[in-house]
């Protein structure tokens, strides 16, 4: 009896042991994933771009961990939190407090489509400490003194400095006229207005521009009658438009259909070029439209734009997308060289070091100013052409030539 | 004074404290900032009861206060580096001064229309705020000694600064409640017409009201402007942060201060964890929240949880002191035969001239001239539609005439305002009854003692013996909503009284009394009388009247048609004919 027991008691303790022992080999083979956190719209008038951010975003940490996760850290794989920033600009930021409340792991962030809403979000991650990379625009986002803020995109003004010569140039070539004039219809986020600004602070006189009419409207529109028809009595020789929202985008576009107002068409963002817009308007009507965006895909990365379309259906691939996925091979970058859980030693890290050329983003390389912008970034200029908004600028990433609208 | 009220608040105290004990044991930043907010907007759930839980008067549009506290707040770190702890009482100041702003020309709407016309305000500041180019703004990080621009990075210290600042707010409004700035207040939500009758000046109140409402929603927006970090012009300016008020007030219970702390700590935890929670799953949950509340309260609680609970409380003891109610008539009418008494003779305190008013082509009251002596009864008769109570619209100024002059004791004062005639010795009562049901009735009555009291006890005393003198004193602590036709003709009665007035006009005091309840009234008016208040009564039945004036002056068709004592024109054929047509003329004559 006695022995019995004791044996029983034996071997229970080895089963123990060897369960024990598997979960600690279990334990080695899988770390614990490193947090990053994607704060971004997927509900309310801007949930379409936060879904392709979080596309992006997938395919990604998908990417990263076939590549082995952080090898410095036992490859600890990458592990997407998705965190809704509504619609609204205290929604973000409400977004951001229960981000920075509820995953103390985080080790970074990227986010979140609108400036308005970014601007929101990182006073609250700063605070934290939290680094956050983001695609948005604004020049306020890196105007701040923020140590923890990483621009990759080209800021606003950068971006109009950039665009607005070639814009020019395009023209001149294609119809032998320089425009002279211009019309601006701009709604009121923040992205949108550091362009704008950018422009009137000397940037239309240094191309030779002649601003003839201005709006500013707060997204989304209800109706674009009259603004149309203020272009059209102005005749501007081009019109820069700059929506955020896709509904807003199409409605100007047909507006100026119906009035029949041929104004070569500029936007700046990516609301024009969703494959939204094609829902309720002809291609035809969209011929020509040219957007300046931070970036979109482009030559180079056909693969990654059919395995976006076979995964998620999406037909092209925006700046929303690309950009995303391109945040999580630069935090791998800087994680690889900081083996470290520590989001402040991250953001350091990210504040002083090179991680070379970019492949992402366009231009530059992956480093940052102390300002948090990223160094030497530019921009793509897209051009929908028989139904696709294609890009047409930079000579090196474009899959098509520019042709000027009124060139045919 | 104070040790009542601080008495009165030690639950709060001991609630307050405990809360924040509780908050202590926070550690989730997140959960930490619900834990403020919840007190800001109880806050700012206060500072809307000021004005609207107390007036009655509904404001969609505090969020005009909010915003600008919290714009100015902002602006002012941004622009100029002054601290929030500077700019919390700056924008309490601004805060007033919009109250100011905003309810003089608003004031002169009533109901909806006051309403409404609060809703364009907020609208229009959040329009023109974007157009200055603020689609968002937010508090600069400030590194070298955060704390002296309040920033900690600990949340739970903004609970405590919000705490401290609700800790003020109640204690404010209490002493409101309290005194007779609220009973003045709520007065006003009962009834402005008699409140102004009973001698308030409405429109200097409401404008306290609404600036000391302004100032706690200003303050409350500035605190949230730093706690919340970002601000935009939709967020503090916006229909939801007006509704917001609305809603934690109404929710908890309007016109007490219990209400809008109540409704924070109930909805807010509910909302916010909800979209915590599920935000990312059912975006917008908290306006669901918002609106399922509003249905619930409107069906089950109309005015509020507070106000449910309370009346759930009282309704046994209430039951209680209904047998008595009857044993307490305390007068028992001395005589209740006509026993004619000497015409008084003394000096003319009241005096019309030519009265005449005009609505288009209708003349309601035309060249109505009367003189009435010291101590006497004037009985004031005709038809329906003779233009009585117009004629008393005209003589305490509810109502401008088209000509013609009120003289009191010997000083011409048409075109006055209801209070301001009321302060000048004219009490008034009403056809309709305008009790403020809400009020027990010795507070009814205490209102119109204000006109005269210098303090609070001498009210509570002039209001006593007000009640002593239509024999109320018994059951002076019942609300005024349940009480039966006769003891609120003798509440109005007594709120007339406690203004000390030299005239008292009655208006059909005696309509819808049963025989001998209107001889009880009649006793109680006979017995002002003789106590030396003069005495001018409406009524269009005849009977009662006899056995009480001294005096007829009869109307028709807005015209005096005769005048004088009691026998002589109940005789009148023209009265018999204005009262039953021409055959019964003939018919008295036998």
Redesign the interface.
């Known amino acids: 009896m006695k022995y019995l027991k004791l044996k029983k008691l034996l071997s229970t303790s080895v089963a123990a042991l060897a369960v024990g022992s598997m979960t600690a080999t279990m334990a080695f083979a899988a770390p614990k994933p490193i947090q990053i956190g994607l704060i971004a719209p997927?509900?309310?008038i801007y949930a379409r771009p936060g879904t392709v951010m979080k596309m992006g975003a997938e395919l990604g940490i998908i990417d990263v961990n076939a590549a082995g996760g952080i090898s410095c850290l036992d490859g600890a794989p990458f592990e997407l939190v998705?965190?809704?920033s509504?619609?609204?600009?205290?929604?973000a930021?409400?977004?951001a407090?229960?981000m920075?409340?509820?995953y103390p792991d985080l080790i970074a962030a990227t986010g979140s489509y609108l400036s308005?809403f970014t601007?929101?979000v990182t006073?609250?991650t700063?605070?934290?400490g939290l680094p956050v990379l983001t695609l948005s625009y604004s020049d306020l986002l890196t105007s701040?003194e923020?140590k923890n803020v990483f621009q990759t995109s080209a800021t606003s003004g950068a971006q109009a400095e950039i665009a607005l010569p070639i814009i020019m140039d395009l023209a001149e070539a294609q119809t032998g006229i320089r425009p002279k004039t211009v019309a601006i219809i701009t709604d009121?986020?923040?992205a949108s207005?550091s362009s704008v600004k950018r422009m009137k602070d000397g940037l239309l006189a240094d191309v030779g521009l002649e601003l003839v009419f201005e709006e500013v409207f707060?997204p989304p529109l209800a109706d674009a009658t009259s603004l149309v028809q203020s272009v059209r009595q102005r005749r501007p020789d081009l019109l820069f438009y700059l929506p955020t929202v896709i509904s807003d985008s199409k409605l100007i576009l047909e507006k100026m259909k119906e009035f029949n107002v041929k104004v070569p068409v500029v936007s700046f963002g990516i609301a024009i070029a969703e494959p939204e817009v094609l829902n309720t308007m002809d291609a035809e009507l969209l011929d020509g439209v040219m957007s300046a965006v931070a970036n979109w895909g482009s030559k180079g990365q056909e693969d990654l734009i059919a395995r976006l379309k076979e995964t998620y259906g999406e037909p092209w691939m925006t700046q929303n997308a690309i950009s995303t996925y391109g945040d999580m091979w630069l935090l791998k970058a800087a994680l690889e060289k900081t083996c470290s859980r520590d989001p402040i030693v991250l953001g350091e890290t990210l504040r002083t070091t090179n991680f070379g050329p970019s492949k992402y983003y366009p231009g530059g390389t992956l480093s940052f100013d102390k300002t948090g912008r990223r160094e030497g970034a530019s921009l793509t200029i897209i051009q929908w052409q028989n139904g696709v908004p294609v890009t047409v600028f930079p000579d090196n990433l474009a899959v098509a030539k520019p042709i000027w609208p009124g060139a045919k | 004074m104070l040790k009542e009220i601080i008495k009165s608040l030690l639950p709060f105290f001991m609630l307050a404290a405990l809360y924040i004990v509780l908050a202590m044991f926070v550690t989730?930043?997140?959960?930490?900032?619900i834990m403020t907010l919840v007190i800001i907007w109880a806050v700012f759930g206060l500072s809307w009861n000021m004005l609207s839980g107390y007036t009655g008067l509904i404001s969609f549009g505090h969020a005009s206060f909010f915003g600008l506290g919290a714009f100015a707040t902002v602006l002012a770190q941004v622009n100029w580096g002054i601290s929030p702890w500077i700019m919390l009482f700056v924008s309490g100041l601004i805060g007033a001064a919009s109250g100011l702003l905003i309810g003089m020309p608003t004031f002169r709407l009533r109901g909806h229309y006051f309403a409404l016309s609060m809703l364009a305000y907020p609208i229009a500041l959040l329009y023109i705020f974007?157009w200055l180019?603020y689609?968002?703004l937010?508090?600069?990080?400030v590194l070298d000694n955060p704390a002296a621009y309040m920033q900690f990075?600990d949340g739970r210290v903004y609970t405590v600064i919000a705490m401290i600042l609700l800790f003020v707010v109640v204690v404010i409004s209490r002493i409101v409640e309290k005194t007779r700035f609220g009973m003045a207040l709520v007065a006003i939500k009962q009834n402005e017409s008699a409140a102004e009758a009973a001698g308030i000046n409405t429109l200097a109140w409401k404008l306290k009201a609404i600036a000391l409402s302004g100032a706690i929603a200003g303050m409350a927006g500035s605190l949230y402007s730093v706690v919340?970090?970002?601000?935009?012009p939709?967020?503090v300016f916006g229909m939801l942060t007006s509704a917001q008020a609305l809603t934690v007030s109404m929710f908890g219970g309007a016109g007490t201060l219990w209400g809008p702390i109540i409704g924070a700590v109930f909805l807010i935890p509910i909302a916010e964890t909800l979209?915590?929670e599920l935000?990312?799953i059912l975006?917008?949950i908290q306006g669901v929240v918002y609106g399922a509340a509003i249905i619930l309260l409107i069906t089950l609680a109309p005015e509020g949880i507070y106000w449910k609970i309370r009346d759930w409380l009282k309704k046994p003891s209430d039951e209680k002191d209904a047998p008595q109610e009857n044993a307490d008539i305390t007068i028992v009418p001395e005589s209740l035969e006509y026993t004619k008494r000497p015409m008084p003779t003394g000096d003319i305190v009241l005096s019309v001239k030519n009265m005449s008013k005009s609505f288009g082509g209708l003349k309601a009251v035309q060249d109505v001239s009367f003189d009435v002596t010291r101590g006497m009864i004037l009985g004031i008769i005709g038809p329906n539609g003779a233009g009585k109570t117009t004629l008393f619209n005209l003589l305490n100024g509810f109502q401008t005439p088209s000509g013609g002059e009120v003289l009191v004791d010997g000083v011409n004062m048409v075109n006055q305002k209801p209070h301001v005639m009321c302060r000048a010795g004219i009490g008034r009562t009403f056809q309709i009854m305008r009790p403020f049901k809400r009020m027990t009735i010795h507070n009814n009555v205490k209102v119109g003692a204000y006109v005269t009291a210098k303090t609070e006890a001498e009210a509570e005393e002039i209001a006593a013996d007000a009640l002593q003198q239509v024999g109320l004193s018994s059951i002076s602590e019942k609300l005024a909503g349940g009480l039966s036709t006769k003891d609120l003709r003798l509440m109005e009665l007594a709120r007339a009284l406690a203004g000390k007035p030299h005239i008292l006009l009655l208006d059909e005091t005696l309509a819808g009394l049963g025989s001998s309840e209107s001889k009880e009234v009649v006793a109680v008016i006979r017995k002002l009388s003789e106590g030396g208040v003069t005495v001018v009564i409406i009524e269009h039945t005849m009977q009662a009247m006899v056995a009480l004036v001294d005096r007829f002056l009869v109307l028709d068709h807005g015209e005096v048609i005769t005048e004088g004592p009691p026998e002589i024109v109940t005789r009148d054929p023209r009265v018999i004919e204005a009262y039953l047509g021409k055959k019964w003329v003939t018919d008295a004559k036998n």
């Open positions: 997927i509900s309310g998705m965190i809704d509504g619609d609204s600009v205290e929604k930021a409400n977004a407090q229960r920075v409340a509820d308005s601007l929101a006073e609250i700063e605070r934290a701040r923020f009121n986020t923040a207005l707060t | 989730n930043s997140y959960y930490q900032l974007q180019g689609p968002e937010s508090i600069p990080r990075s919340i970090l970002v601000i935009t939709g967020s979209h915590a935000g990312n975006p917008g």
